[in-house]
């Protein structure tokens, strides 16, 4: 089985530097070319996808669609626990706006993961809720599928850190829009692995 992991184009919020949570921000210009130019590396590539998965959020579901149609797939599957953490009282918020408090409070919250952001979720409800739907697209689907999954910074790291402890939690660098992201296993009985991040090999 393997996936293929994918963080939305470039968003509004992305360049305004706010915090999105589960905010309906569209993608900038810059962010519909990157999902239409990943479309047609995969399509170089001769990828092909058995399924393709999204989180139901704007900025997501606009980049599946149009790397899907590049891909001539009609049918995605829009699941809303593959959102980005519901980040509360601070959704819309700019970062450059935190207070020195702020900021240390949203840093420990990688630290203590049951703790609820105000407002919002804690890091352990969104794994559990990642981790669920995750392990429900693996039953679903055929040992030999290959896989598309869109979503965002957060899904990925809740998948690739905190559920297959693949990757250490301080992340040297984060997830780039639209970049490849290819986790595979050869069958059940195997480990995963992670065989390239942001576009490298590893």
Not at 59 to 85: H, Q, V, W
Not at 95 to 101: G, I, L, V
Not at 169 to 193: A, I, Y
Request: aromatic content about 8%; overall charge negative.
């Amino acid at each position: 089985m393997k996936f293929y992991l994918i963080r939305h184009g470039q968003s509004e919020d992305n360049i305004n530097k706010v915090v999105s949570g589960h905010r309906a921000t569209p993608l900038t210009d810059l962010g519909r070319e990157q999902a239409q130019s990943l479309g047609q590396q995969i399509l170089e590539k001769r990828i092909k996808f058995d399924v393709a998965y999204s989180s139901d959020l704007k900025r997501a579901s606009e980049t599946a669609t149009i790397i899907c149609n590049d891909l001539g797939i009609e049918n995605i599957i829009f699941d809303k626990r593959l959102r980005e953490g519901d980040s509360g009282d601070f959704t819309g918020k700019l970062s450059a706006d935190f207070t020195k408090e702020e900021r240390e409070y949203f840093d420990s919250l990688l630290v203590n993961l049951k703790e609820k952001i105000i407002g919002g979720e804690s890091n352990y409800d969104m794994t559990v809720r990642i981790q669920e739907a995750f392990y429900e697209v693996v039953e679903n689907n055929p040992e030999n599928s290959t896989i598309l999954l869109v979503g965002h910074g957060g899904t990925l790291y809740h998948i690739l850190v905190l559920i297959l402890n693949l990757l250490p939690r301080k992340l040297d660098e984060w997830f780039g829009n639209c970049m490849l992201n290819v986790l595979e296993r050869d069958s059940k009985s195997d480990p995963w692995k992670l065989s390239m991040l942001n576009n490298k090999k590893l």
